[in-house]
Structures are given as C-alpha cells and as structure tokens.
C-alpha cells in the first residue's frame, strides 16, 4: 500500500452514445486524487463537472474505461458484485436528497437495521447499534418508530448519516449531502460530520458545488472542471489563493449572508468573466 485508503489513478470514464458510430461520451479525464485515513477530500465543481460521477465510479455505479481505483491497497475498479457486497462494510454513501434515498414506508428503525441484519447481525445487537446511531447523530431514541416523514429535512439527513455509519465505514461518500438544506441546517449537519470525524477516524469524500462548504469540512480540495481535475492543494490554499480561473469563479460565486459581500462579489465575478475574455480573444492567433 502507498499509506493512502482511496487512490484513483489517471481515471477516464465514458458513456456509450445512442448512435453506434459515435464516439463515447468521455465524462471523467486523467483523475488522480488519494484520500489517507481520517482525512476529508472535498471535490467542488458546477453542475455537469464530472463530480458526482467520479463518486459513482469510486462506488462501482458509473463505469471504468481506464484506469485504477484502490481502496486499502486492492484494485475495485471492475470489482464484482460479491466484491462490492463485502466493500460495503468499508465504503458507504450519504446522497443528497436524504428524503428519496430512504424508504418511505419503512421506520427508521427498520431502515438502520436492514444493513445489520444483511451483516448477519442478531435482531438484539441490531437493535442495540441503532439506539447507538440515533445518538452518535443526535436524534431521539423514540425516532426507531417514526417514518421519514416525520422528520425535517436536516433530522432525514441524519438519519442517512446514521446509516451510512452502522456498518463502520472507513470512508463515505458524501454526494452533495447539505445543497439540499437551508443555511443554519447546513452548518449543523457539517459539524456533525466534523464530529463524526473526530470520534471515528472515518474519511470522507465530500462532493459539493460550494467552496464555502469544503472549506469548512475538508483538509484538501480538488476543483473539477468539464470532466478534469484543473486545481488541487489544502483546503486553505485553494478556497483563499486559487490559481486556476475557475475556482476564482466558484469562489466568488459562493453565497455569503452580508448583501454588501454579496454585492461585491458579484462585481468582481462580472469583471474576472471580462477580463479572462479579453485575455482569451487576444490568445487567439489573428
């Protein structure tokens, strides 16, 4: 092992196309990212950037083309289905809408402990981890028997943390996990995972549209850009120095709560946009 948990090497991924002689829809390019143990990878990009589906092939969800993923030192890319089964235990996934990825007719007791009960577990031991889960997140022990209806926005999404967690992973896929929350939900559903973090020694591989977030979760950054890696580094370096024009963008297009900073923000994207097209046209050979 190179003392890395996760390690994508010069990764590609393409999608057939309808029409039998076109090319393949190339979605990921050469990516190289590594994530070492108890360490948050946040991995920023618009839509369509390519990073969701670079979570989904970490997953076993979206094809390999080329490349290599490893995890703990073994080659996953084209693993199994029974292979995948076994890598549950270790790599898990929180996806964005917490309400669609739980069943809605099943309670919340039922749905962290059918993970347990596929792991062999006794209904006692499952029902004993549950009870720790709904703590280790912060919801009430009553919770096992209520439905996900019942529950806010940011509580569902505990409860897809909770059972993410019940195996104990050693690393999560987290796939935009707190877009679909509001400001004041979204900062405490971020300290849970730092916490989380803390307690376990799990890693993350956080996916987010908004340097702001990563920034405040993660130890380094990877900004995507049409399917490519264009800037890597700590988290403090890329979310305050940015080099690549893109994460300039991304930055300045993250909300802020102050109007003023907002305002000015949106002034300093309008002249970057202006002044990286006048540098663009004067590239171009006449």
């Known amino acids: 092992m190179?003392?890395?948990?996760?390690?994508?090497?010069?990764?590609?991924?393409?999608?057939?196309?309808?029409?039998f002689r076109a090319k393949p829809f190339r979605a990921l390019t050469?990516?190289?990212?590594?994530?070492?143990?108890?360490?948050?990878?946040g991995l920023v990009g618009e839509s369509g950037?390519?990073?969701?589906?670079l979570g989904r092939a970490v997953l076993g969800l979206a094809?390999?083309?080329?490349?290599?993923?490893?995890?703990e030192g073994k080659d996953i890319s084209h693993a199994?289905?029974?292979?995948?089964?076994?890598?549950?235990?270790?790599?898990?996934?929180?996806?964005?809408?917490?309400?669609?990825?739980?069943?809605?007719?099943?309670?919340?007791?039922?749905?962290?402990?059918?993970?347990?009960?596929?792991?062999?577990?006794?209904?006692?031991e499952a029902k004993r981890r549950v009870r720790e889960l709904l703590d280790q997140v912060g919801l009430p022990s009553d919770a096992i028997h209520r439905?996900?209806?019942?529950?806010?926005?940011?509580?569902?999404?505990?409860?897809?943390?909770?059972?993410?967690?019940?195996?104990?992973?050693?690393?999560?896929v987290c796939d935009e996990p707190v877009s679909a929350l509001d400001l004041s939900t979204q900062a405490v559903v971020l300290d849970l995972f730092l916490q989380i973090q803390r307690d376990t020694g799990v890693s993350y591989l956080f996916v987010s549209h908004d340097l702001d977030v990563v920034r405040h979760i993660s130890h380094r950054v990877a900004v995507m850009y049409r399917g490519e890696i264009v800037e890597q580094g700590t988290a403090e370096v890329v979310t305050r120095t940015p080099e690549h024009p893109y994460t300039q963008r991304?930055?300045?297009?993250?909300?802020?709560?102050?109007?003023?900073?907002?305002?000015?923000?949106?002034?300093?994207?309008?002249?970057?946009?202006?002044?990286?097209?006048?540098?663009?046209?004067?590239?171009v050979p006449a």
């Open 2 to 19: 190179d003392g890395n948990l996760l390690s994508v090497d010069s990764l590609v991924v393409e999608y057939p196309t309808k029409h």
């Open 30 to 41: 050469d990516i190289n990212i590594s994530i070492k143990a108890g360490e948050t990878l």
């Open 80 to 124: 199994s289905r029974k292979d995948r089964r076994a890598l549950s235990r270790d790599l898990q996934v929180v996806f964005q809408d917490p309400y669609t990825s739980l069943n809605p007719a099943l309670e919340i007791g039922d749905i962290l402990a059918e993970p347990l009960s596929v792991q062999g577990k006794s209904p006692t």
């Open 147 to 172: 439905l996900p209806r019942e529950f806010s926005g940011g509580q569902r999404q505990r409860v897809a943390i909770a059972r993410a967690l019940a195996l104990s992973p050693k690393l999560i």
């Open 250 to 283: 991304l930055l300045l297009a993250s909300p802020v709560p102050d109007p003023d900073r907002q305002e000015k923000r949106r002034k300093d994207r309008h002249e970057l946009l202006k002044a990286q097209r006048i540098e663009a046209a004067a590239s």
């Open 63 to 71: 094809p390999v083309t080329q490349g290599t993923i490893t995890f």
């Open 49 to 53: 950037s390519g990073k969701t589906t």
